[in-house]
């Protein structure tokens, strides 16, 4: 990928690779913060709340998930109905999962099983502590469930091949350097099951890169984007933008992908 980026602190750099250098080197010397360490360290420090997993926009949660949901029904194919527990149940992978907002307000209405994927340990234990006995209760219909609890960053985090029905990635990858990125995608799709899905819902500039050294988390543009899935094995089968955000903020696409057919 060839673009120009910057960390909107004045510093810029003249292509990816070039920041990604800096990453590696840093990381080498033991120098400064280490990328996935410095953005597990800013996650521990907020608040187990949609207003705290939301950057202090908690009123976001509500349009967030509607176009979701319209999102998944159209991937799918079909309107997005609660399944009937069978020998072969629907499951799916928060990846980034936080504190369960999209497992319980989206992907449990759809899938039986769902596997939490979280770096931080008192998000996903505020993720454990919500859903424990709450089978049958908000909606969700009996017998949907959590069932495993992963407390891994993405970038470690190895999903059982054919497992899933759907990986559900947001505002996660943004926290991967393009090398594990890639290594995820690949990894993604060798645990879908046929037919699956991976779904990717991710803050996009115009063009370029910007670097956020708070949480240590890139915002790359739209085309970054499709080079790194095809670069993971994924092919586009659906794209777009989320509606009803506030201006100011970056635009959040969400991507739809299957595995590239070879």
């Known amino acids: 990928m060839e673009c120009r980026g910057g960390d909107g602190e004045g510093k810029e750099y003249a292509s990816p690779q070039e920041f990604w250098d800096e990453v590696a ?29 939301l950057g202090g926009f908690g009123e976001l949660s509500d349009p967030d998930i509607v176009d979701s949901r319209k999102f998944l029904a159209k991937a799918l194919g079909v309107r997005a109905k609660p399944g009937e527990v069978s020998d072969d149940p629907l499951v799916a992978a928060d990846c980034g999962a936080g504190i369960g907002r999209v ?13 939490l994927v979280e770096p931080s340990a008192h998000l996903l234990e505020r993720a454990r502590t919500a859903f424990e006995g709450r089978a049958g209760k908000d909606g ?46 690949q990894r993604c799709a060798k645990a879908l099951k046929p037919g699956g899905f991976v779904f990717v819902k991710e803050n996009v500039c ?3 890169f910007v670097v956020d050294r708070s ?40 991507y739809a992908l299957t595995v590239k057919q070879t």
Not at 25 to 51: F, K, L, M
Not at 238 to 248: E, K
């Open 140 to 185: 969700i219909p009996p017998g949907h469930c959590v069932v495993n609890y992963f407390q891994q960053g993405l970038e470690a985090f190895h999903p059982e091949p054919q497992r899933y029905d759907a990986l559900w990635l947001q505002w996660a990858v943004l926290y991967l350097t393009d090398e594990d990125a890639i290594a995820f995608f």
């Open 103 to 115: 497992t319980q307000a989206l992907l449990l209405h759809t899938y039986q099983e769902v596997d």
């Open 215 to 254: 949480d240590c988390s890139i915002t790359r543009n739209h085309k970054y984007y499709l080079e790194l899935f095809s670069k993971g094995g994924l092919t586009l089968a659906h794209s777009a933008t989320q509606s009803g955000f506030p201006r100011g903020l970056f635009k959040v696409r969400m």
């Open 206 to 208: 115009p063009d370029g």
């Open 25 to 53: 080197a840093a990381r080498s010397s033991g120098a400064g913060p280490q990328w996935y360490d410095q953005a597990v360290r800013y996650w521990d420090t907020q608040e187990a709340s949609d207003d705290g997993v």
